[in-house]
């Protein structure tokens, strides 16, 4: 069931003050010819810990230890040339659209056309709050800053009149390198999921794999808006680092595959690279 003929492999890790620096990273894996690198976002961690961890054990404090993704993503591409660059995910509904859009643009030039946002409403409200964000309508919230961002992006003087983002005309360059700007990718795996990519995202990247039957339902709900799924994205977050497991993954229609790296020095993460570009050759040799 693969929906394009040819894959890309790339890593994520949450680059902290303690591990391989951004700049380190990034040269390493354009040199053993992969094709990405992600970063998460977490501006900080609320000390109340009242938001349980969604992964179900103590917090890693690479969550509260992690960089800001784009001054670190910038940092990427300005030593590099090829690999793609990206967030997963940034926490839209903690940041002004305005000045995201700004961001968003400026590392998409800076990049050369290499940025892909990655998206989501994230998990734990306290952190949001102290941002200002309404927990119970961050989707809502998410949805009109998308959507806020793109007419930034596209329009001379664009304007946006929401329930939670509205301003009047105004002026912002750069614009994206990319025609319309980057590629949007929703990270979330809901029930919900599909109607949001579908309406406003250009890609979907589910963490660790895919439940019974959501591929049917993407393949509806954009047939809903008059999109195919092979024009979509299909990204997998946590890709298996076992190759009979990883071409499964890739039968089932994921063409970006992304693997898993610990926050851990270079002597301990270089060896994983190794392997993750090992496992990445064999599987384009199919």
């Known amino acids: 069931m693969a929906f394009r003929e040819t894959q890309e492999f ?168 990319q025609a319309g700007g980057p590629p949007i990718w929703i990270g979330a795996n809901s029930r919900w999921v599909f109607d949001r990519v579908a309406e406003y995202a250009d890609g979907w990247m589910p963490i660790g794999g895919l439940g019974s039957g959501n591929m049917d339902r993407m393949k509806s709900a954009l047939e809903a808006k008059g999109r195919h799924i092979k024009d979509l994205d299909l990204a997998l977050f946590g890709a298996p680092n076992d190759i009979d497991k990883l071409r499964t993954q890739i039968e089932r229609g994921f063409d970006h595959l992304i693997f898993n790296l610990p926050s851990e020095t270079a002597d301990k993460t270089l060896p994983r690279l190794d392997k993750y570009a090992q496992l990445a050759e064999l599987a384009r040799q199919g």
């Open 10 to 177: 790339g890593v994520t890790m949450f680059p902290t003050d303690y591990s391989m620096q951004p700049v380190e990273l990034a040269i390493a894996i354009e040199e053993r010819g992969l094709d990405s690198l992600f970063f998460p976002e977490h501006t900080h961690i609320p000390t109340s810990r009242k938001t349980p961890f969604p992964g179900g054990i103590d917090l890693p404090e690479m969550y509260w230890h992690t960089h800001d993704p784009f001054v670190a993503l910038s940092a990427a591409a300005a030593v590099t040339n090829r690999i793609k660059l990206g967030t997963g995910i940034c926490l839209v509904i903690e940041r002004d659209p305005i000045t995201l859009a700004k961001e968003v643009a400026s590392l998409d030039m800076i990049s050369n056309g290499r940025f892909i946002l990655g998206i989501g409403a994230g998990w734990n409200r306290e952190e949001m709050e102290n941002h200002g964000a309404d927990y119970a309508n961050r989707w809502a919230q998410l949805r009109e800053k998308v959507l806020a961002m793109k007419a930034i992006w596209t329009q001379e003087a664009a304007e946006f009149h929401g329930e939670w983002v509205n301003f009047e005309p105004l002026w912002s360059y750069p614009k994206p390198v």
